[in-house]
């Protein structure tokens, strides 16, 4: 017969059991269904949440239209040291498991999500430069001059080009190639490209880079630049987070103007719309050019740009109305202090000989500043009105000059304007190969001059798929007709589509991810090589 103590004793050990097996199974769903349990014995597991607020977050994107890519976890870094652990405990595990970084969660079609797998929510990086009172983006910025280079800043891949922005000012310097909206991330940007209006003068962002510290697929921290590392530099600039997760990069500066004078023109003929256009980006002088279209669902003023006064935009409609389609050009040259007496005239002598509707020019002077940031101000509205928080289906495309005519008539014209659906600003307008490297992962068409497409829609949750069945009509458009376009932001459903749109890249991107991420553990949302 037992004694007393060894049944207690027996008890006890069967209470203990039953409780760890109990904990076992409310943590089974994450810990052994989709990642290793041995993750809960590492140091950083503590940085880990699983809570519905986190997951929702990683969840969901600016596009709301992805919904179902759910993680496991979201990893909250408070340093670089956090995200190569995280990935290299992925790499040595017997079932690697998927990992996304997340910037801003500016993405349309869940491209920086990772079901059953890590998000790792970079603005958690952003936390360590708030300390002593000083604001982040000082600490996080770091500007520097030599011989060699000049003038860059050394930027954490977590930090907003608007926080670029204002610390470069400091010292009266500013990057020199932007995107539109500066509430993006610059790892986010660097992962694509970055275009704007400056690009036909300056390249893409990545074509003013010095040097990136990233993460591989292995769990490596390395630092990259041309000539150093090159061929994963290369390989992570346009190359959709496939390689690396970027922590730094060093960004071109140059001397930063404070004012803009900023002009608009109205066409009703797309030849002379875009024959313009391609003077303008062949001459020197402009700083930015772009080109947008106006239609009744696609207004003078948007939440891009609050440009024209009230009175304008009563001019416009009644215009709108007689012709059904208008478009319009715009232009910015920057000058500061020492130019205010000149800018106007040297202006007016590169706009001579356009071929705009007369009376229909308008004019602006607005600072740099407040030109760079000017999409902010429409997003505040929007969203103090509700009206942010919505699916945006959009389709971003490089056309070929050789074929942007019959673009228009086909997709402008013939789609766009007869279906009368479109819901937001419709961008158009050149930029040119020069300052592209065919080395980066970027793709873009196979011509000197192309043309850069945004169909930017907002819908709402009944409606958002009538635009995407719309902007797959239009791809098949340009399937049908031989228009050779790229998909900028891309985003295809089968290896068959991924390969077409890289075509002579592919076999070179393929030999990238086999070498710096070989168990293809990053960014699984993009669905190039993961699509389940």
Request: charged share 20%.
């Amino acid at each position: 017969m037992a004694k007393p103590s060894s049944i207690q004793a027996y008890f006890i050990i069967v209470f203990v059991i039953s409780r760890l097996i109990s904990i076992i199974g409310k943590l089974r769903p994450w810990t052994i269904n989709s990642l290793p349990y041995e993750i809960l014995s590492i140091d950083i597991a503590t940085k880990l949440r699983i809570d519905p607020d986190a997951i929702k977050t990683a969840s969901s994107d600016f596009g709301k239209v992805v919904q179902e890519e759910v993680p496991t976890a979201v990893l909250y870094p408070s340093s670089i040291n956090d995200i190569v652990r995280i990935i290299n405990f992925s790499y040595n595990s017997t079932v690697p498991f998927k990992i996304a970084a997340r910037g801003h969660g500016h993405s349309a079609r869940g491209q920086a999500m990772a079901r059953d797998g890590i998000v790792v929510e970079m603005a958690s990086l952003s936390d360590i430069h708030s300390n002593n009172n000083e604001t982040k983006y000082s600490k996080a910025v770091k500007v520097s001059w030599s011989p060699s280079l000049g003038y860059y800043a050394d930027v954490g891949g977590e930090q907003l080009w608007i926080d670029v922005l204002r610390a470069s000012l400091e010292y009266e310097l500013a990057p020199v190639s932007w995107t539109d909206y500066l509430y993006l991330t610059v790892g986010g940007t660097l992962s694509n490209a970055g275009i704007s209006g400056q690009t036909f003068r300056h390249g893409p962002q990545i074509s003013n880079v010095l040097e990136l510290d990233v993460i591989t697929g292995k769990g490596e921290f390395m630092t990259c630049s041309k000539h150093m590392n090159s061929e994963l530099f290369y390989a992570v600039l346009g190359g959709l987070g496939q390689f690396g997760i970027i922590t730094r990069a060093r960004i071109v500066l140059d001397k930063a103007p404070t004012r803009i004078k900023w002009v608009r023109m109205l066409y009703d003929d797309f030849s002379s719309f875009t024959g313009d256009q391609e003077h303008l980006i062949s001459s020197n002088g402009l700083d930015y050019v772009e080109g947008s279209l106006i239609m009744q669902q696609s207004p003078p003023n948007n939440w891009r740009s609050s440009f024209f006064s009230t009175s304008h935009q009563s001019k416009i409609s009644s215009l709108l109305t007689e012709r059904g389609i208008l478009y319009c050009l715009e232009v910015v040259k920057y000058y500061d202090d020492h130019a205010a007496d000149t800018v106007e005239e040297e202006l007016e002598l590169l706009l001579e000989g356009l071929h705009y509707i007369p009376e229909f020019k308008f004019k602006k002077d607005d600072s740099f500043v407040d030109f760079l940031n000017r999409v902010r101000s429409g997003e505040l509205k929007l969203q103090s009105k509700g009206l942010w928080d919505v699916p945006h289906p959009w389709l971003n495309l490089f056309v070929p000059k050789s074929r942007i005519m019959d673009f228009n008539a086909g997709v402008f014209v013939d789609i766009l304007l007869k279906q009368n659906k479109a819901a937001g600003p419709i961008l158009v307008y050149p930029t040119t190969r020069k300052n592209w490297d065919e080395r980066m992962s970027a793709v873009i068409p196979d011509e000197d001059i192309f043309y850069c497409v945004g169909l930017l829609h907002s819908g709402t949750f009944d409606d958002w798929k009538a635009l995407d069945d719309q902007n797959n009509e239009i791809l098949e458009f340009c399937d049908k007709n031989d228009i050779k376009i790229k998909q900028y932001l891309p985003h295809y459903k089968t290896r068959q589509e991924w390969m077409n749109h890289f075509g002579s890249k592919w076999s070179t991107f393929v030999e990238r991810k086999s070498r710096f991420d070989p168990k293809m553990i990053l960014s699984p949302g993009q669905r190039i090589f993961n699509f389940v």
